[in-house]
Structures are given as C-alpha cells and as structure tokens.
C-alpha cells in the first residue's frame, strides 16, 4: 500500500487554497449582487420621480390655467393674453425636455 494521494483525492481535500478561491468569488458574487439590486433601485427611483414630477408639473399647469380663467377679459388684454391664447400661453411657460424622465440622460 503507498502513501501516495492521488491527484482526485487531492480534490476531495479541503485545502486553504481552495478556500480562499472559493471566499474570493464568493464575495465578486456579492459584490456583483449589491451593484444589480442598487441598479434596479435607481430605476425605480428614477420612474417614480418622473411619475411624480410629471403630476406635480401637470397640477402647476391646471392651477394656472383656472387663474387664467377666472381674469375678466380687461385683465387679459392687459397682460397680452385672450381667452382662446391661455392654453398655448400655458403651455410655451413650461416647455420640458423630450428626454426629462431620466436624470442620467442629456439632449445630444
């Protein structure tokens, strides 16, 4: 009988090696883990500020067309505006971007 190990049997020993190969992917999956769960909750961020963004521009919008409408057409003309201009008026005063849903990206 020899005394040998063989090269399959030295797999089956647990090793410090091996051990710290095994710890160090462990911890690059880890790593890799956190980085995809902190992507997917920018996003998430990113699509609820846009919603919210997005209700609060809307409101700014309605509130100023309804005092806009309740101005006696003398105040209107006044301010340069008609009745039938107050929408457009309203509307050029907020213009957004076409790509303002998202931080991260900029008009090219």
Do not use: H
């Not at 209107?76 to 107050?86: P, Y």
């Amino acid at each position: 009988m020899t005394s040998r190990i063989t090269p399959a049997e030295a797999l089956m020993m647990p090793s410090a090696k091996r051990n710290a190969q095994a710890d160090g992917i462990s911890a690059i999956v880890a790593e890799a883990r956190y980085a995809r769960d902190a992507a997917i909750a920018a996003r998430i961020r990113g699509f609820f500020r846009g919603i919210r963004t997005g209700l609060t521009s809307l409101r700014a919008r309605r509130e100023t067309v309804d005092q806009l409408r309740s101005l006696t057409d003398r105040e209107l003309a006044d301010i340069g505006l008609s009745r039938s201009g107050i929408m457009a008026a309203v509307t050029a005063a907020a213009p957004s971007a076409a790509n303002d849903y998202a931080e991260t990206r900029r008009a090219a």
